[in-house]
């Protein structure tokens, strides 16, 4: 069992930068390959960035690469998602997940956290 916490979202202005943290409980984090996803407002909930269980292998949704970096401390149990030049597109709740692999389908990850909210004004 996996509990996952997110924090780091907040309000910032078109152009800014955020970091969000993901703390996950529990010794098997390192086993678990980790994920962010997101959802506006009327909208489904959508893959942002994934990472394997070592760090060595990232994947990024066409919309953020380049902009987003994800990465994991398996000795903090934390994977971050580094958000630069933030778009008003980018408004949703974010959400930390995890599972045994990285894939872009949401029903095939096991653990999710409760959501940070991350609002980018024009």
Same mark, same amino acid.
């Given at each position: 069992?996996?509990?996952?916490?997110?924090?780091?979202?907040?309000?910032?202005?078109?152009?800014?930068?955020?970091?969000?943290?993901? $703390? $996950?409980?529990?010794?098997?984090?390192?086993?678990?390959?980790?994920?962010?996803?997101?959802?506006?407002?009327?909208?489904?909930?959508?893959?942002?960035?994934?990472?394997?269980?070592?760090?060595?292998?990232?994947?990024? $949704?066409?919309?953020?690469?380049?902009?987003?970096?994800?990465?994991?401390?398996?000795?903090?149990?934390?994977?971050?998602?580094?958000?630069?030049?933030?778009?008003?597109?980018?408004?949703?709740?974010?959400?930390?997940? *995890? *599972?045994?692999?990285?894939?872009?389908?949401?029903?095939?990850?096991?653990?999710?956290?409760?959501?940070?909210?991350?609002?980018?004004?024009?």
């Amino acid at each position: 069992q996996v509990q996952l916490v997110e924090s780091g979202g907040g309000l910032v202005q078109a152009g800014d930068s955020l970091r969000l943290s993901c $703390a $996950a409980s529990g010794r098997t984090f390192s086993r678990y390959a980790m994920g962010w996803f997101r959802q506006a407002p009327g909208k489904e909930r959508e893959f942002v960035a994934a990472i394997n269980w070592s760090g060595g292998s990232t994947y990024y $949704a066409d919309s953020v690469k380049g902009r987003f970096t994800i990465s994991r401390d398996n000795a903090k149990n934390t994977v971050y998602l580094q958000m630069n030049s933030l778009k008003p597109a980018d408004t949703a709740v974010y959400y930390c997940a *995890g *599972g045994q692999l990285t894939t872009v389908v949401v029903s095939t990850w096991a653990y999710w956290g409760q959501g940070t909210q991350v609002t980018v004004s024009s």
